[in-house]
């Protein structure tokens, strides 16, 4: 998702805070991968979390010359460590050596807090973008309250950032973007089954995710966005021989968003909407985004162009998130052996992000 010029690598002038994930899992060791190959994208960063678990991932990754694993007492000190040096902020209870691979409710209650802490970090503006790296949803429901309520990352920033601002969660919607350097889609519905995801099509959602979606990329781009909508049905209906969606739902909302100034086109067929939306080898491309109706239909265009790219951004927040395209890979953890390219271009996205950011 570059920017209208690469900021990636400007200075900052408030950290970037990392979080570890699943102590079990893959998180801890892309996230000290990451300081390994990406020294420029690291600096000026930190992890919140345990510093015992850290030294344990940076062992599992270690490079020469070495990245030592330093203990900080501020997010502000982060931003005068040395180059080739690693620094936690310990903001949980030291946590005890657990099993690499496991499902355990204490490694899903030492990742809840660690985020809990960044994102409250990042609502007082003490940091500017939080990254975080995957957690074990079957882990954080075991930890118990408050972990078991929220499905997922997203769910808890959600309600942490409502909370800080004093309003009800339904006042704060929030839309999950996927993206790669060569395509963009936003999600109308997350996890809901497929039936589910059908009846969330509704003009008052889609008309919320249009608008989320262009000033979440007004800011990143420097211009307005221009955004295509993927129909429902094949062929976005054939003007209603496939389904109505399109006809009594898309293009009256379409019409709305276009009153409203927003730079919106379609219906278009699902099949072909992504391959125009696509960034083409002499960097053009016809949309700056694609609406997704339902998860799987925005998803599996992104994922096919490289899991390894793609990275999760979290729109409607007061704050900035970013996280890798995927999950805690148990059967890879503890191994050396995981790849930390989608947590890298997650940390180079928050840091274009928060540079671009007024």
Request: with cysteine.
């Amino acid at each position: 998702m570059t920017p209208h010029n690469d900021l990636s690598t400007a200075p900052i002038q408030r950290p970037i805070v990392l979080t570890p994930g699943d102590p079990c899992g893959i998180g801890p060791e892309i996230v000290a991968r990451a300081w390994c190959l990406a020294p420029d994208l690291t600096q000026g960063c930190f992890v919140a979390g345990d510093v015992g678990l850290m030294r344990r991932a940076m062992a599992l990754v270690q490079t020469t010359p070495t990245f030592p694993v330093c203990e900080i007492e501020s997010a502000a000190e982060a931003l005068h460590v040395p180059p080739r040096c690693l620094p936690v902020l310990q903001v949980v209870p030291q946590a005890p050596v657990l099993p690499w691979g496991q499902i355990d409710a204490r490694a899903g209650r030492l990742a809840g807090e660690a985020v809990l802490w960044a994102t409250r970090a990042a609502l007082r503006r003490e940091v500017a973008a939080l990254v975080t790296a995957p957690l074990h949803k079957e882990a954080l429901h075991a930890a118990g309250a408050p972990y078991d309520q929220y499905p997922g990352h997203t769910e808890l920033l959600q309600a942490e950032a409502a909370r800080h601002q004093g309003v009800p969660v339904a006042q704060m919607p929030v839309r999950m973007m996927l993206a790669n350097d060569e395509l963009r889609t936003v999600l109308v519905s997350i996890h809901l089954s497929l039936r589910e995801a059908l009846t969330a099509v509704t003009h008052d959602r889609v008309l919320e995710t249009l608008r989320i979606t262009d000033a979440s990329l007004r800011v990143v781009l420097g211009r307005r966005p221009r955004i295509a909508v993927a129909g429902v049905n094949p062929h976005a209906g054939e003007g209603g021989l496939f389904g109505r969606e399109e006809v009594d739902i898309l293009q009256p909302c379409l019409a709305v968003a276009r009153q409203e100034g927003l730079d919106v086109h379609g219906p278009y067929a699902p099949d072909t909407v992504f391959m125009r939306a696509r960034q083409r080898p002499d960097g053009q491309r016809a949309f700056d985004a694609v609406i997704a109706m339902y998860h799987d239909q925005g998803l599996i265009p992104v994922k096919y162009l490289g899991v390894e790219q793609g990275v999760n951004v979290t729109l409607g927040l007061p704050l900035i998130r970013t996280s890798p395209d995927h999950g805690t890979a148990m059967d890879l953890a503890g191994r050396g052996v995981a790849d930390a390219s989608s947590l890298i271009q997650a940390l180079r996205m928050a840091r274009q992000m928060a540079s671009a950011a007024p």
